[in-house]
């Protein structure tokens, strides 16, 4: 089955929804909005869009063909090249809206059709009904980081010393460009108050998009690290929840010896993210390891919707 946006350029609005990702509470998590009916919006107008809405993403969807997805993300400033959190809340608002099946807890397949690629998702029914969403992400390359971190610690309003002395920052370059940067504990990543100017500033210089600080001392003991993801060079000061920059955390502890396989499936890397910011959220990230090497790496959770409604749409030429 195929649904398409109607092609007359008399279409005036747009059926969109909000959900929160990465949580089961509702006002938790990070936000996106999910605009269908979007292939006749040009891209001056979805950026317009984005920025009214004001979420950290928005994705507009342009056809749903079976279980194909024709997709695009923004931010408030951007074209996003992908969404972890965004692609969460693409595929539950689908299946709450019977434009994808998901007619038992078995996984089934999506694939997103982004404009530089395609993405794979897999989606299932828990128990209690929810929609979990697991994305397939490329493994990022992960460089030193030859970076002033002095200047950087006294961006982020810390002491150096409060950077962790026995793991390494690295940058992870994947389908966005991450400094992972650890902290030794809560209490300091308590204390990380951002110049976001500056910050802008120092990312823009350095070719970073965002800067995933975490730690292993967790707040809630079922979870491994805890993150406070700042992405002001992408239009978000700070995430509440973060796909893709926790699915590059999960690969560095991988690569850090932090977390180990073992024969019983993949590597399991829960974070808790967004309590600094009174959104809480758990992102999962599944790495499948062959040969010591990560041959699958998959990032998701759950959404709920928080706000559904239509958009009055200024249509212009594309």
């Known amino acids: 089955m195929t649904h398409r946006t109607d092609a007359s350029a008399l279409i005036q609005d747009a059926p969109f929804a909000m959900y929160d990702a990465f949580t089961d509470i509702p006002y938790s998590g ?4 999910v605009v269908l009916n ?35 993300f923004f931010s408030t400033v951007m074209e996003l090249p992908m969404c972890g959190h965004g692609t969460v809340c693409l595929v539950t608002h689908l299946v709450d809206n ?26 299932r029914k828990t128990k209690d009904g929810r929609i979990e969403v697991m994305l397939d992400v490329s493994a990022a390359k992960f460089t030193p980081a030859n970076l002033d971190l002095a200047a950087l ?19 992870a370059t994947g389908d966005f460009i991450h400094l992972c940067l650890p902290i030794r504990d809560l209490a300091a990543m308590a204390r990380l108050q951002p110049d976001f100017d500056a910050l802008t500033k120092f990312c823009v210089s350095n070719g970073l998009e965002t ?6 001392q967790v707040v809630n003991a079922k979870r491994n690290i805890h993150v406070r993801d700042f992405c002001p060079a992408v239009g978000v000061t700070e995430s509440a929840a973060a796909g893709t920059t926790n699915a590059a955390l999960a690969a560095y502890l991988k690569r850090n010896n932090c977390v180990q396989a073992d024969d019983t499936g993949p590597i399991i890397v829960c974070a808790e993210q967004g309590i600094e910011l009174g959104r809480p959220s758990q992102v999962t990230t599944r790495i499948k390891i062959k040969n010591e090497q990560i041959i699958r790496l998959q990032v998701g959770g759950v959404a709920t919707r928080i706000i559904e409604g239509r958009l009055n749409i200024k249509m212009e030429p594309l």
Request: glycine share 4%.
């Open 30 to 33: 990070s936000q996106a909005a």
């Open 153 to 171: 610690a006294k961006i982020l309003g810390i002491d150096i010393d409060d950077m962790s002395k026995e793991l390494p920052p690295e940058i």
């Open 211 to 216: 800067i995933a600080a975490f730690s292993t």
């Open 98 to 123: 019977a434009m994808l099946s998901c007619d038992s807890r078995n996984w089934h397949q999506a694939i997103l059709d982004l404009p530089n690629g395609v993405a794979k998702v897999e989606y």
């Open 38 to 72: 979007a292939s006749q919006i040009s891209p001056k107008i979805r950026s317009c869009i984005a920025r009214e809405i004001g979420t950290p993403a928005t994705a507009f969807v342009n056809e749903v063909n079976g279980n194909r997805i024709k997709v695009q």
